[in-house]
């Protein structure tokens, strides 16, 4: 076996998407969401960047700007339809149109993203098996990942329907949207439908010259996916979790790869930045697996 290189950090098609503007929820810093925004503005993207975690959104809109880029923060809820409908009306405000949209806000479980982790106190918001799921478990995952999506879109085609220019969307979703995802019956749902609304979506909308898309990755190196597996490793030291949990961990990449790597953020980045620009003219619900042949066996 040999190293398979991941896309280089500093990569970028100069000035790709020079005068658009760019949306991007779930921003934080190293996320997907983060390397996408700071790839854009590097691409000539002007970026308007929302989180629910002020500090992480706030490095990632440092970094943009440091380098010249230009590129604005909102600390937002976007599970709250109110969040939501700010986030473009302030976008639209402050830079006067939006053009192309990186829904990524979500979670793996039902607590605080912007909290410290803390399993044994929090045991009633994590992931469980349908006959152990908690009431508050399923609404939180649920209004993260799928309410959001939404409310989200909802403003979001609001204004690129109002605007008439067309636009493109990329929404976050997850081979767990693809197939079923041991021990957290929440997330899994959440994605599928967020692929379902991605769908809907791209029917309704193509008739304004609106492309809708979603990418579905595994094991992507983002801290959201690093607090799971350590939430695995917990829930196996105290006799819990899915008995199924180690049945499938590895992509065929990462299996392949010398040194076992999951995807970098980066490399989501550029598969997102694609389908959001004009090489992507063509497509449109699109659910592409950007998942390392996960789902290819």
């Not at 605080?112 to 009431?135: C, G, R, S, V």
Request: proline fraction near 5%; charged fraction near 15%.
């Amino acid at each position: 076996m040999t190293p398979i290189p991941p896309v280089d950090p500093q990569a970028f098609s100069p000035n790709r998407f020079a005068g658009k503007v760019l949306l991007v929820t779930g921003a934080a810093y190293s996320s997907i969401g983060g390397c996408t925004a700071i790839r854009a503005a590097r691409e000539g993207a002007i970026v308007f960047c929302v989180d629910r975690k002020e500090h992480e959104l706030q490095r990632t809109v440092k970094e943009i700007t440091a380098a010249g880029g230009n590129a604005a923060a909102l600390v937002a809820d976007v599970s709250k339809s109110t969040d939501a409908d700010l986030m473009v009306v302030e976008c639209v405000r402050r830079f006067g149109k939006l053009d192309l949209v990186l829904n990524a806000a979500g979670v793996m479980d039902g607590t605080d993203p912007a909290a410290p982790q803390d399993f044994p106190n929090q045991k009633p918001l994590l992931p469980a098996a349908i006959h152990e799921a908690t009431d508050e478990y399923w609404s939180n995952v649920l209004a993260s990942n799928i309410t959001s999506m939404f409310v989200s879109m909802r403003a979001e085609l609001r204004q690129m329907v109002t605007q008439g220019s067309g636009g493109s969307i990329v929404n976050i979703g997850s081979i767990a949207g693809l197939t079923g995802l041991p021990g957290n019956p929440a997330y899994s749902a959440s994605k599928h439908a967020v692929i379902g609304l991605t769908r809907n979506a791209a029917i309704d909308y193509a008739t304004h010259g609106i492309r809708v898309n979603s990418v579905n990755m595994a094991q992507t190196d983002t801290p959201m996916v690093f607090r799971a597996y350590e939430f695995v490793k917990w829930a196996m030291d105290q006799g819990a979790g899915s008995s199924m949990a180690g049945a499938k961990s590895q992509s065929l990449l990462q299996m392949a790869d010398s040194e076992k790597r999951g995807s970098t953020p980066w490399e989501q980045a550029a598969i997102i930045l694609f389908l959001l620009s004009g090489d992507a003219a063509n497509l449109t619900g699109l659910a592409m697996a950007t998942d390392g042949g996960w789902t290819a066996y």
